[in-house]
């Protein structure tokens, strides 16, 4: 009768063990695994950053703080021939043109007829090997035949500042020239970055966001403590790596992307914009040869539902 009980002890053992095996497998299946454990510990790198195609590549970045996002959408816009039509509800529009000595004669009459609602025109400018101060020779007709047929103008400066000081007297330079004559728009500091022929000698190619953002801030309080608005015109490349935009919130941002159909027809930037340079290369009516056109974002307040008159009380 000893016997018998080998087998049944057997049995028990077996069971354990498949039970064993069992559990180890359910324990295994819900366990995860080394990578899930590496990708649960690891810090996302990009946390807190955005995507973003800066002019060169796509890049990861950190927005600034204080600086407004852009909210404008790629689906709010569609193009019309060579216009672009923003089709969104937070802001009305207006085309405009920005001028200079390269546009020669202009006739104001045409280009306001033609849909042309604002023109920014160039009051001077500085060299960019000597850093003389020059005049636009063209600045008092343009601004003259602007007002009179409706045009809303503004004035911008180009500016190669490479200090504080050179920024301030652009500045003064333009105010006395303009004369405390009446803007509709904002006084803007054009700073741009030399890369034709003569990048190599230009006496701003090595000037560091620091030194160029100082620069645009001594200009936009100049014409400011003067009693005019004052905006930062730049690029994409400019306006990422440029300026430190956090800096210059208190100021208008036009922003210079020209549009190529069909994938780029909108202000594409991370932050918000006033104005958006869609083309550098516009046929319009009354300027010859080709100019700037621009689309201006004028914010639409939103609608308040109308307030309920109380009802009489009963006598």
């Not at 030194?211 to 645009?216: E, G, K, V, Y």
């Not at 403590?225 to 956090?246: E, I, P």
């Not at 040869?289 to 539902?305: A, Q, R, S, V, W």
């Amino acid at each position: 009768m000893k016997t018998a009980v080998r087998p049944r002890a057997e049995m028990i053992v077996l069971i354990l063990l498949v039970l064993l095996v069992l559990l180890a497998l359910v324990l295994l299946a819900v366990r995860p695994s080394s990578s899930e454990e590496e990708i649960r510990e690891t810090p996302d790198p990009h946390e807190g950053q955005v995507y973003i195609y800066d002019g060169n590549e796509w890049t990861w970045m950190t927005p600034l703080e204080g600086v407004p996002v852009n909210a404008l959408a790629k689906e709010e816009f569609q193009m019309m021939g060579n216009v672009p039509i923003y089709l969104g509800s937070a802001y009305d529009t207006i085309l405009g043109v920005d001028v200079s000595e390269h546009q020669h004669e202009i006739d104001w009459q045409q280009v306001k007829e033609s849909g042309v609602d604002f023109a920014y025109i160039r009051l001077g400018r500085r060299g960019y090997t000597e850093g003389g101060l020059f005049d636009d020779p063209w600045f008092e007709k343009n601004y003259e035949g602007a007002r009179e047929n409706a045009v809303l103008v503004g004035v911008y400066f180009y500016s190669q500042a490479i200090n504080v000081e050179e920024a301030r007297e652009e500045a003064e330079f333009l105010l006395g020239r303009l004369n405390e004559r009446e803007l509709d728009l904002p006084i803007v500091y054009d700073w741009e970055l030399i890369d034709n022929e003569d990048a190599d000698i230009a006496r701003t190619k090595d000037l560091d966001m620091k030194t160029r953002t100082s620069c645009a801030l001594a200009f936009c309080k100049t014409v400011e403590a003067a009693g005019y608005d004052a905006c930062v015109y730049f690029n994409r490349l400019q306006g990422y790596y440029g300026y430190d935009l956090s800096k210059l919130t208190d100021y208008s941002f036009w922003f210079a992307l020209p549009v190529s159909p069909p994938e780029l027809c909108w202000p594409s930037f991370y932050y918000k914009v006033d104005v958006w340079q869609y083309s550098f290369s516009e046929t319009v009516p009354g300027i010859e040869g080709e100019t700037d056109m621009n689309m201006m974002f004028i914010p639409l307040e939103p609608e308040t539902p109308p307030t309920e008159e109380p009802s009489p009380t009963p006598d």
